[in-house]
């Protein structure tokens, strides 16, 4: 299967106010899937804040923890795989590929886990990525760059959401 490319003016997002022809608004929509990389319980840890302000802000989240456990108590698990095969393995496989095109990836990791934290995720089919400011790397982008990745980096997830009293 060919992984469709993006013109190269479109892969990256730096400043507002569009990702790849979309609102943030429709970024933003109810219906899609953050998957929080690097959420922790350790609140002074951005991973904690992101995941909970998406959370507080009423988003479907799923904390994505190499050690697993609750995150903020919630089920985390320990990678994308491993979310994505407890979705098959309650619903259908069917729901895991419903699941995947909802998804965005949120990474708030350092910058030298982003590579595999993409190639696993983009090798699942997830299309979408936001680096948190500090998690992106060169070869995480220019991966997202070959395989045509819709990724925003350079901005903050919780500064970007759009807020109820807007």
Request: aromatic share 8%.
């Amino acid at each position: 299967m060919t992984t469709p490319q993006l013109p190269a003016t479109q892969r990256y997002i730096k400043a507002p106010p569009f990702l790849l022809g979309m609102e943030y608004a429709e970024l933003f929509n109810h219906e899609n899937l953050f998957l929080v990389v690097g959420a922790t319980n350790n609140e002074e840890k951005y991973g904690s804040k992101v995941f909970r302000d998406l959370k507080q802000a009423g988003y479907n989240v799923v904390a994505i923890n190499k050690r697993g456990g609750v995150i903020q108590g919630t089920p985390a698990y320990p990678s994308v795989t491993a979310f994505l095969d407890r979705v098959a393995k309650l619903f259908s496989e069917e729901k895991r590929r419903e699941t995947i095109a909802k998804i965005i990836l949120v990474l708030v990791v350092p910058p030298e886990a982003a590579l595999q934290v993409i190639e696993e995720a983009a090798g699942l089919g997830v299309r979408r990525a936001w680096f948190q400011p500090g998690a992106e790397s060169e070869e995480a982008l220019a991966y997202c760059a070959e395989h045509g990745l819709a990724v925003v980096q350079g901005q903050c997830i919780m500064v970007r959401r759009p807020r109820a009293d807007a």
